[in-house]
Structure formats: structure tokens, C-alpha cells
């Protein structure tokens, strides 16, 4: 018998049980979710600036493809 308390530590990466597999999948729908609010609310925040030759700033993809040329 060994009179020691200290155990191995697992890496934060290694967990591979269920619970933690489903706390995974749910926090990167919540990340992705944020992501995109966070996106469609700079979108609509600049969705009536133009560019001096009256083309749209902003779009959906981020770089316009008018704005490219």
C-alpha cells in the first residue's frame, strides 16, 4: 500500500465521456449562436452605408463582391 494522496491529472483535452462530449457540442452551438448575433448586429448596424460610388458597404459575406473590383 502506498501512503500518497496524489493522482494524474487528466489533460483538459482528453476527457472522452459522454456528459463531457455533450457539454462540448452544446457550448460550441452557444459560441456559434453569439457569433452570429454578433455578426447580424453589425450588419444591421451598417446595412445603409454605401461606398462613394454608392455601392453597399457591408453584405452578408462580410467583403461585398462589388466591393472588390
Given at each position: 500500500?502506498?501512503?500518497?494522496?496524489?493522482?494524474?491529472?487528466?489533460?483538459?483535452?482528453?476527457?472522452?465521456?459522454?456528459?463531457?462530449?455533450v457539454?462540448?457540442?452544446?457550448?460550441?452551438?452557444?459560441?456559434?449562436?453569439?457569433?452570429?448575433?454578433?455578426?447580424?448586429t453589425?450588419?444591421?448596424?451598417?446595412?445603409?452605408?454605401?461606398?462613394?460610388?454608392?455601392?453597399?458597404?457591408?453584405?452578408?459575406?462580410?467583403?461585398?463582391?462589388?466591393?472588390?473590383?
Amino acid at each position: 500500500m502506498t501512503d500518497t494522496n496524489v493522482f494524474q491529472l487528466s489533460q483538459p483535452g482528453n476527457f472522452a465521456d459522454p456528459l463531457t462530449e455533450v457539454l462540448r457540442k452544446g457550448a460550441r452551438a452557444l459560441l456559434a449562436q453569439a457569433v452570429e448575433a454578433e455578426v447580424a448586429t453589425l450588419l444591421s448596424r451598417y446595412a445603409d452605408e454605401t461606398t462613394d460610388d454608392g455601392r453597399k458597404r457591408w453584405c452578408a459575406t462580410a467583403i461585398c463582391q462589388s466591393a472588390r473590383s
